[in-house]
T-cell receptor, first 112, second 112 residues
Framework: NAGVTQTPKFRILKIGQSMTLQCTQD?????MYWYRQDPGMGLKLIYY???????DKGEVPNGYNVSRSTTEDFPLRLELAAPSQTSVYFC???????????FGPGTRLTVL | KQEVTQIPAALSVPEGENLVLNCSFT??????LQWFRQDPGKGLTSLLL?????REQTSGRLNASLDKSSGRSTLYIAASQPGDSATYLC???????????FGKGTHLIIQP
């Protein structure tokens, strides 16, 4: 199993540009999460999903959108990039009967 | 709203020392508490999970304790090694799929 994979690893965007951060897991986990981690801070939940077709907002959803058309994929969309979205983004997944989350390696995004 | 505090924010000790990392929380109505390790540029890796009914968990040189009544958990690392250098985060599990709150982490450096 590859686990949770994220692409790209790094990206630089200009203000106002759009992009999609990809997240895929091959463990057939129902629950998937998107977090952002700013320097010296904990992880903040952006969006989460409990299954295909179901998504919900987390603590900091403004400026982001998600979709969950399959169990495996949970892409995160930034429509109008702003400098405040400069961060490291982590995707995670878990099965509903287990509390341990499995994390991807992260995407480091810089908005200039 | 649950608040999670990790003290110290950073710690540097010589190799071989035993050390304790602290995690405190404001609401004791938790299901479990988990300790993660994060290496630079990487995602989070689970270390130990303590259920609310448990007092401690051990894995190798690591021991995690939980005192819900006082809102505290500690991660004890015995005979520290340079390979233990990483950021250690605690995460609380409350109700709901999104009931996961992370601390900001303790950045640990073990000097050879």
């Amino acid at each position: 199993n590859a686990g949770v994979t994220q692409t790209p690893k790094f990206r630089i965007l200009k203000i106002g540009q759009s992009m999609t951060l990809q997240c895929t897991q091959d463990m057939n986990h129902n629950y998937m999460y998107w977090y952002r981690q700013d320097p010296g801070m904990g992880l903040k939940l952006i969006y989460y999903s409990v299954g295909a077709g179901i998504t919900d907002k987390g603590e900091v959803p403004n400026g982001y959108n998600v979709s969950r058309s399959t169990t495996e994929d949970f892409p995160l969309r930034l429509e109008l990039a702003a400098p405040s979205q400069t961060s490291v983004y982590f995707c995670a997944s878990r099965p509903p009967w287990e509390d341990t989350q499995y994390f991807g390696p992260g995407t480091r995004l810089t908005v200039l | 709203k649950q608040e999670v505090t990790q003290i110290p924010a950073a710690l540097s000790v010589p190799e071989g020392e035993n050390l304790v990392l602290n995690c405190s929380f404001t609401d004791s109505a938790i299901y479990n508490l988990q300790w993660f390790r994060q290496d630079p540029g990487k995602g989070l890796t689970s270390l130990l999970l303590i259920q609310s009914s448990q007092r401690e968990q051990t894995s190798g040189r690591l021991n995690a304790s939980l005192d819900k009544s006082s809102g505290r958990s500690t991660l004890y690392i015995a005979a520290s090694q340079p390979g233990d250098s990483a950021t250690y985060l605690c995460r609380l599990r409350e109700g709901g799929a999104d009931g996961l709150t992370f601390g900001k982490g303790t950045h640990l450096i073990i000097q050879p």
